[in-house]
């Protein structure tokens, strides 16, 4: 089942090139069970940025962990070869971008889940972008929580692992500067075009995972930070709304 969202409420009045509002997220949609081998699978669709997210429960950990009894979690990142204007070659999803971007997708869900209690076990989320228009390590983000989250009630469920192993629900949005105006969930054109752009990780509860922030033209000002993370916890809220929703 696709579910989808209503508009934010906000004084923005510029128009975006795809006719938002300056504080209006793209519209949303999470389709579970689009794979129906995984034990946890989610598409997930951000305007036309577009993200497979699959969960794999492995048995084992790293090396590094064997004999700790805590679990782990990893993520992986790839660019279909046509998800973006012209083709990007498969052996691309093993550069540096590709690497930096599964990072923060495991570093960001990693928080989500009580590794403790998981045991020896290694859980998997392979994010595979099947079309890009921005912010994808976001939606990926976003989309593999509830892949996650999905996962682990099921396995749990059968009696396979330990219940309510997720500790709070995060979500992931990007926020920027373009043209000198504060905007959520940055398109491709957007994103482009930024003076300033954020991407941020929050819990429900409203406190920061992540945020990663570059100024491409100019240095930019702590008010200006403020403003941002705002506008972005504003949408992280209804993106964790529509999370609740899905997986209800």
Not at 44 to 69: D, F, H, I, K, Y
Not at 157 to 168: C, T, W, Y
Not at 191 to 214: H, P, R, S, W
């Amino acid at each position: 089942m696709w579910y989808n969202r209503g508009r934010m409420e906000g004084q923005g009045a510029s128009l975006r090139p795809d006719g938002r509002r300056p504080d209006e997220l793209r519209p949303v949609r999470f389709l579970l069970d689009y794979v129906e081998h995984a034990e946890g699978s989610v598409l997930v669709e951000m305007g036309r940025t577009r993200v497979l997210c699959n969960l794999t429960l492995q048995e084992g950990v790293p090396a590094w962990l064997a004999g700790s009894g805590r679990g782990w979690l990893t993520a992986e990142y790839a660019l279909l070869p046509r998800s973006t204007h012209t083709r990007t070659p498969r052996e691309a999803a093993r550069g540096g971008r590709a690497q930096e971007i599964r990072r923060f997708i495991g570093r960001s869900l990693r928080m989500a889940v009580d590794l403790e209690r998981l045991g020896e076990r290694t859980l998997i989320l392979d994010c595979d972008v099947i079309q890009a228009d921005g912010g994808t390590r976001t939606a990926a983000v976003t989309g593999g929580f509830v892949a996650l989250a999905l996962a682990l009630r099921r396995l749990a469920d059968a009696g396979g692992l330990p219940p309510d192993l997720i500790r709070f629900p995060v979500a992931a949005v990007s926020v920027g500067v373009v043209h000198g105006e504060v905007r959520l969930d940055l398109c491709y054109e957007e994103d482009y075009e930024a003076e300033v752009d954020l991407n941020v990780v929050m819990t429900g509860e409203g406190e920061i995972v992540e945020v990663q922030g570059t100024a491409e033209r100019a240095p930019f000002s702590r008010p200006v930070l403020d403003e941002m993370l705002t506008l972005a916890q504003r949408g992280i809220e209804r993106l964790l709304a529509l999370q609740r929703e899905a997986l209800s």
